[in-house]
Structures are given as C-alpha cells and as structure tokens.
C-alpha cells in the first residue's frame, strides 16, 4: 500500500535505536527525508546511514538538556527543520515507587519527558498550519491506561501527555492535522530488556525464567517487535490515515485488559 507520504519531512525524536529507530526506517521506506535524532554524535550518523534513499538528515540533541532542546526548536521555527510528520519519543524513567520519589525526581523527569514534546511539537505546529497537513504521533505507554508497578513518574507524566494530545487533536483538526499516542505493550528493546534484568534481579530468577513470566500475561505469548510498532506509526503519519485523530492505538499483543 502506498502510504502517500514520499517526500515528506519527517522528524523522529529517540531514533537512534529500539522503536523510535524502527519508525525512523519505516518513514524513509516510504519516501520521507527523514531527521534521526540522539544524543551521541556517532549512533545519530550510524542511524542515519542505514535510512534507505536519501535526503536523510541527523540531529545531535539530549531531551533532558533544556539547551540542547532549544537548539533544535530555534532550527525548527527558523526553517532550518521543516516538519510535516512529527514522532515524539522519549526515554522513560527508571523503576521507581511514587513512594520513594523526589521533587529533584518529578523536576528532572518532567524536563526530559514532557517540555521536549510540548515544545518541539509547538515549534513544528505553524508551518503544518500554514500548509494545512500535519501529523503529530506521540509514543506512550501501557501505563496510560493499565497503571505499571514500580513506574509511577511514568504512568504519571505519560499520562499527562494523553490529555494534552487529546486537546490538541480537536484544535487543529480543521487545519488538516491529526494528533495521535501510540501505546506499545512489552517491546523487545533495550530498555525492556534491562526493566526485566533488574526484576528478575529482585525476585532472585534468571532472565529469562522473568521473560516467560512475562509472556504468560500477553494473549500472542511474545513481545513485540519495534517494527510492529513502526507499522501502525507508518499508517498515522500517512495521508490514508486522515479522520483519525485524537485516538489512542494499542499494539500490545492484547495484554491490556481494560476494555
């Protein structure tokens, strides 16, 4: 299926590995000039060389270093940075209880988890107006929805963005902009791998006795893979995708339980 998005602007926030990374891939298949973006000079470059086509770029940017975000909105509103399709993705913070948080806690993560999306997605808002086509996908969490032990300030501050792209879906829906979150369930990346590592740790189990467990509370008996995530990405960021907006799309594998 032609998604209808070939040369298209899209810039993904966290694309150097895992989800974001696939969705990145994903994008360029499909004929978008693609800005990959990360923290460490190298793995931006790498990540940018394995994009098919061409017409790539990469942008050096650290989301809990309010300096650097700014930098990248400033080459936003100047032009330098034009978006058409924005994927928001960040990193998430680590296992911890609301029980055992900290001001400094809430304080560093809410600069690294939600002023990015707020303010990248604000800077790339005008000209999508001024062209009336948009797409604005955020990454979330199952904890939006079904509430993760251990993983307060990110059931929290997830959730806040729910609410916001909700509000935003139904102000910019006349300018032919659609605003949506996707929710992934358990995802073979990086960070799963080391969320499993340290609960097995707890509990005194190896790995992958923790990673069977695990399966026994998805429908499908695995995790899913970063590319099954890129897939429905791929579908909201195209022009086939046009009354949706303002939804919530799970790729869990059916392991949320809520209707």
């Given at each position: 299926?032609?998604?209808?998005?070939?040369?298209?602007?899209?810039?993904?926030?966290g694309?150097?590995?895992?989800?974001?990374?696939?969705?990145?891939?994903?994008?360029?298949?499909?004929?978008?000039?693609?800005?990959?973006?990360?923290?460490?000079?190298?793995?931006v470059?790498?990540?940018?060389?394995?994009?098919?086509?061409g017409?790539?770029?990469?942008?050096?940017?650290?989301?809990?270093?309010?300096?650097?975000?700014?930098?990248?909105v400033?080459?936003?509103?100047?032009?330098?940075?034009?978006?058409?399709?924005?994927?928001?993705?960040?990193?998430?913070?680590?296992?911890?209880?609301i029980?055992?948080?900290?001001?400094?806690?809430?304080?560093?993560?809410?600069?690294?988890m939600?002023?990015p999306?707020?303010?990248?997605?604000?800077?790339?808002?005008?000209?999508?107006?001024?062209?009336?086509?948009?797409?604005?996908?955020?990454?979330?969490?199952?904890?939006?929805?079904?509430?993760?032990?251990?993983?307060?300030?990110?059931?929290?501050?997830?959730?806040?963005?729910?609410?916001?792209s909700?509000?935003?879906?139904?102000?910019?829906?006349?300018?032919?902009?659609?605003?949506?979150?996707?929710?992934?369930?358990?995802?073979?990346?990086?960070?799963?791998?080391?969320?499993?590592?340290?609960?097995?740790?707890?509990?005194?189990?190896?790995?992958?006795?923790?990673?069977?467990?695990?399966?026994?509370?998805?429908?499908?008996?695995?995790?899913?893979?970063?590319?099954?995530?890129?897939?429905?990405?791929?579908?909201?960021?195209?022009?086939?995708?046009?009354?949706?907006?303002?939804?919530?799309?799970?790729?869990?594998?059916?392991?949320?339980?809520?209707?």
């Amino acid at each position: 299926m032609d998604l209808k998005i070939a040369g298209k602007n899209a810039l993904v926030l966290g694309s150097t590995r895992g989800i974001g990374n696939a969705c990145a891939k994903m994008l360029a298949e499909e004929g978008c000039r693609v800005t990959v973006c990360g923290r460490s000079a190298e793995h931006v470059e790498k990540a940018r060389l394995d994009l098919s086509g061409g017409g790539h770029g990469g942008v050096v940017v650290d989301l809990a270093d309010r300096n650097s975000v700014q930098t990248l909105v400033s080459a936003i509103e100047r032009g330098d940075q034009p978006v058409d399709i924005l994927v928001n993705n960040t990193g998430g913070p680590p296992l911890q209880k609301i029980t055992e948080t900290t001001v400094e806690d809430w304080e560093t993560n809410v600069h690294a988890m939600l002023y990015p999306v707020f303010q990248v997605t604000s800077a790339a808002l005008p000209g999508m107006v001024k062209q009336r086509w948009g797409r604005i996908i955020t990454i979330v969490s199952s904890g939006v929805v079904q509430p993760i032990a251990g993983l307060g300030i990110s059931n929290a501050l997830r959730s806040s963005i729910v609410g916001w792209s909700k509000t935003l879906s139904e102000e910019v829906a006349p300018l032919g902009i659609t605003v949506n979150c996707v929710i992934p369930g358990r995802i073979r990346t990086q960070r799963v791998q080391q969320v499993d590592e340290l609960r097995a740790t707890n509990l005194g189990i190896s790995v992958e006795e923790m990673r069977q467990q695990s399966f026994e509370g998805i429908p499908m008996g695995r995790y899913g893979e970063p590319e099954e995530i890129a897939n429905v990405v791929g579908f909201l960021a195209s022009s086939r995708s046009s009354y949706t907006t303002g939804s919530l799309i799970r790729v869990d594998g059916g392991s949320i339980r809520s209707l």
